[in-house]
C-alpha cells in the first residue's frame, strides 16, 4: 500500500494474477463495504506443473457449456495460483477431421487456449497413442480384451497403414493450434492394442507409437514437452509387464523424445513402482488425482462431489515422497469433468502451490471466499 494504492508483483504474468487472487481471498467482504488487511505477503509455489486436465467430451460441462462460463473457470483457475490446462480432442466422436462437427470443436478447444495462455498458463493437448475415428478401415484396427474399455474404432501400430493413418490424424490436430506448450501421450481408457506384435501396450506398441506422436509434435514445437501417461498400466487383462518393460525402455533406449511421466490413478496413491524409474531427473514425474468420478454412480453422478477426505490422503501419499525437487513429485493435472468438484480444484491448486499446508486450512479460504 502506497500513497493509497495496493501493489501486487510477481515474477511472471501468471504469479500476478495469483497474487491478486490471494488478495482477494484475503479480503473480507461486507454491505457496501470491502476490508484489505494490513499485510505485506510473500509467496512462491513449490511446485512447477500446477494444473487441470479439462474432459472435453461426452456432453460434460467444458464440452457443451457456453464458452464464457468456461472462461470463468478459467480465470478462477490462474487465481488460485495454477499454471498450465490440458484439453483432449477425442477423435472417436466424429467421422474425420473435416467433420463439420469436428471444426466446431477444434474451434472450441483452441477459444480455452486463448484465456489460459492470456492469464499466463501454459496450454497443452492430450492425445490417445492409437486414437482414431470412427470412420476408421476395419481391417487396421486394435484387437482388444473382454474388459478393456475401447470404442473399438482405435488402430494398431503394428500395422504400417495403421500407424501412418494415426500419425496423419495426430498431425491434422496439432496443425490445427498456434500454440502448444506440452503434450500427454495416453495408453488406454479408451486405447490400447493386445495383438501379439503390440503386447503389451504400455511397454510396446504403445512406446512405439508414443515415437511417433512426439515427432509428429516437435516437428512442429520444438521447444514443447512431451509426458508419457502411465494411467492403467499392469491393471487390465492380458497385459502385464508394462511398468517392468517401461523401465527398461528408459534404462536402455534412454529416449530423448520423452519429457517426464504422468502417474495416474483410480485411487488414493500413486503407485511407488515410479519412484525406482532410471534417471529420475531426466524424467520427472507429475500426477493426475481423480476429482470427478471417485465411487460415482451413475457414471457422472448429481450434484456437486467435495472429496477432502480422499484428495487429502492421496496429497498425503505425496507429502510422504518428499522432498519435492527436481526428480521428484513436480505437480500434476486433476482429471476434471465439471465445476461440481470446484472446490476438490481448489484443493490440489494449493496443494501445488505448498504441498505442506494442511488441508483444513485450505477449506477454511475456499469457504471464507466463495461462501
Known amino acids: 500500500d502506497a500513497n493509497g494504492r495496493l501493489h501486487v508483483v510477481g515474477q511472471s504474468p501468471s504469479g500476478v494474477v ?18 484489505v488487511p494490513a499485510v505485506t505477503l510473500t509467496d512462491t509455489p513449490q511446485l512447477p506443473v ?10 460434460n460441462f467444458y464440452h457443451v457449456a457456453p464458452v464464457e462460463e468456461v472462461d470463468r473457470v478459467i480465470e478462477d483457475f490462474a487465481l488460485w495460483g ?25 474451434a472450441r478447444l483452441k477459444h480455452f487456449g486463448e484465456p489460459a495462455r492470456g492469464l499466463g498458463m501454459q496450454f497443452g493437448l492430450a492425445f490417445l497413442a492409437n486414437e482414431a475415428y470412427n470412420s476408421s478401415p476395419e481391417r487396421l484396427r486394435a484387437k ?7 470404442y473399438h474404432v482405435e488402430l494398431c501400430p503394428s500395422k504400417p497403414e495403421g500407424l501412418a493413418l494415426t500419425g496423419k490424424w495426430q498431425a ?20 490400447g492394442c493386445a495383438c501379439d506384435q503390440c503386447k503389451p501396450w504400455g511397454a ?24 508419457l501417461s502411465t494411467w492403467l498400466f499392469d ?9 517392468a518393460g517401461l523401465m527398461r525402455y528408459l534404462r536402455e533406449q534412454k ?29 520427472p514425474l507429475t500426477c493426475f488425482p481423480e476429482i470427478s468420478m471417485y465411487q460415482m454412480s451413475p457414471w457422472g453422478g448429481c450434484g456437486a462431489n467435495p472429496l477432502p477426505g480422499f484428495c487429502g490422503r492421496l496429497m498425503d501419499n505425496l507429502r510422504e515422497r518428499t522432498p519435492f525437487v527436481r526428480g521428484r513429485v513436480q505437480g500434476g493435472w486433476p482429471y476434471s469433468e465439471g465445476i461440481y468438484e470446484d472446490l476438490n480444484k481448489f484443493l490440489w491448486s494449493q496443494f501445488f502451490w505448498s504441498p505442506g499446508r494442511p488441508t483444513e486450512d485450505m477449506l477454511a479460504e475456499y469457504a471464507s471466499y466463495y461462501l
Open 204 to 227: 510396446n506398441g504403445f512406446l512405439r507409437a508414443s515415437e511417433q506422436l512426439a515427432r509428429l509434435y516437435h516437428e512442429r514445437f520444438p521447444e514443447g514437452k512431451v509426458w
Open 50 to 59: 500446477r494444473g487441470i486436465y479439462f474432459a472435453t467430451h461426452f456432453g
Open 144 to 150: 482388444w480384451l473382454p474388459g478393456w474399455p475401447h
Open 255 to 283: 529416449p530423448s523424445w520423452l519429457g517426464g511421466i504422468l502417474g495416474g490413478t483410480h485411487g488414493d496413491a500413486i503407485p511407488t513402482v515410479l519412484d525406482e524409474r532410471p534417471d529420475p531427473e531426466r524424467y
Open 18 to 35: 495469483a497474487g491478486l487472487g490471494k488478495l482477494l481471498r484475503l479480503t473480507r467482504y461486507a454491505e457496501r463495504a470491502l476490508v
Open 235 to 243: 491393471s487390465l487383462s492380458g497385459a502385464q509387464g508394462e511398468y
Open 172 to 191: 491434422q490436430i496439432l496443425s490445427a493450434f498456434p500454440n502448444v506448450d506440452f503434450i500427454w501421450t495416453w495408453p488406454y481408457d479408451q486405447g
Open 82 to 106: 495454477s499454471n498450465s490446462l490440458t484439453v483432449w480432442f477425442d477423435m472417436h466422436h466424429f467421422a474425420g477431421c473435416e467433420d463439420p462437427a469436428a471444426q466446431a470443436h477444434l
